[in-house]
């Protein structure tokens, strides 16, 4: 079956500098050659360092800016060469959530003005049943409709999100952009929303592209993980395979850069050498070469290609490196003393398994 979303070869340079006659003198390179794909009911997580072309991206699988070059397809059709009755009919089936509710929502308007707008843009729901949709949505949001008279700035951080996804699925959209949907929140909200998000999904069988810089938060939605440098992806693959063995140097430096909840635990600091280099004047051959603790000469004039099915990684010596350090996903890793201690609260058995005196 054809996926949702198919992206091939995209670029997007941005003119950083002109000449005194208007000629671009300098180009940021924030996107350069990127291909992915994303399944109809599934979750792509896109994850990188700020400034690595993640946000670019998914602005232009939406056309809000047009690529350079490269092929979008949506369903099968050319996304980019859609006519204006088709682009509209796209803006439904494709929407986005951005980063800070507080900015994304307008001040002015209440939660029920919000919603109904996307209803009577599009010509959805006839006026008589647009009170009631409201109320559905917020349902679907887990707020209660009779918060459809508040305003925005009535409600937390994490209730705003909730709008603004409620304003998004208003639509009935196929495919949602969440670009750091999370990063604004406290960690205590955070998990509502990415669990809403997980439970809409199921229900709606709606497909995600997951924008983060935050790799612990990407494993907990993702079911597939492309990560970016400088405009690349340079590692691709199923959320466990990655997680369990990362090939990239770079994804190993991710990943390894996780905080781990247990003190003794075994974790391999690949960590990362310098800046990263800026998108306007990126290094030559393999982009990571200035920061790689494998580099050879090679990596430094030829630019590797993303290879493999499955699981696919841009490197020249992908099969030469060292297994990668033990690496424990963000949700694991008690100490023994924490082990005793959640045995405790256990069965009788499991306890005394554990070493455990109940008695005490
Ligand atoms: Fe490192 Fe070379 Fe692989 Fe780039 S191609 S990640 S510089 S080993």
Redesign the pocket.
């Given at each position: 079956m054809t996926a949702l979303l198919e992206v091939e070869g995209l670029k997007k340079h941005f003119v950083a500098s002109r000449s005194v006659f208007g000629t671009p003198t300098a180009h940021v390179r924030a996107v350069d050659g990127v291909s992915f794909s994303v399944e109809r009911g599934k979750t792509l997580g896109l994850v990188g360092e700020s400034g690595c072309g993640k946000s670019t991206v998914s602005r232009l699988v939406l056309r809000l800016i047009e690529p350079d070059a490269g092929n979008i397809r949506f369903e099968g059709r050319d996304l980019l060469a859609f006519d204006t009755g088709q682009l509209r009919r796209f803006r439904r089936e494709a929407q986005i959530i951005f980063q800070d509710p507080y900015a994304s929502l307008n001040p002015r308007m209440t939660v029920s003005q919000i919603l109904t707008e996307p209803l009577a843009l599009h010509d959805l729901v006839p006026p008589p049943g647009r009170r009631e949709r409201v109320e559905q949505l917020l349902r679907l949001v887990g707020l209660e409709p009779r918060f459809a008279r508040r305003y925005p700035h009535e409600f937390s951080g994490g209730q705003r999100q909730r709008i603004a996804i409620a304003r998004a699925l208003a639509v009935e959209p196929k495919l949602i952009v969440c670009d750091e949907p999370v990063s604004a929140l406290d960690v205590s909200i955070r998990s509502q929303i990415l669990n809403l998000l997980r439970d809409l999904q199921d229900r709606l069988g709606l497909a995600y592209i997951f924008v983060s810089h935050d790799l612990a938060v990407v494993k907990h939605i993702a079911d597939r993980v492309a990560v970016m440098n400088l405009g690349e992806i340079?590692e691709s693959a199923e959320t466990e395979a990655l997680f369990a063995a990362p090939r990239?140097?770079?994804s190993r430096a991710l990943l390894s850069a996780i905080p781990v909840p247990n003190p003794r635990a075994r974790h391999g600091h690949a960590l990362l050498q310098g800046e990263m280099p800026s998108a306007l004047n990126p290094p030559s051959?393999?982009r990571?070469?200035t920061r790689?603790?494998?580099?050879?000469e090679?990596?430094r004039v030829e630019r590797?290609q993303l290879n493999g099915d499955g699981h696919a990684t841009?490197?020249?010596?992908?099969d030469e490196?060292p297994p990668p350090d033990l690496i424990l996903s963000a949700d694991s890793g008690f100490s023994p003393a924490l082990e005793k201690l959640v045995a405790a609260f256990k069965a009788p058995e499991a306890a005394a398994a554990a070493g455990v005196d109940q008695a005490g």
């Open positions: 340079v990239h140097p770079y051959g393999c990571f070469h790689c603790p494998y580099v050879v090679r990596c590797p841009a490197c020249h010596r992908v490196l």
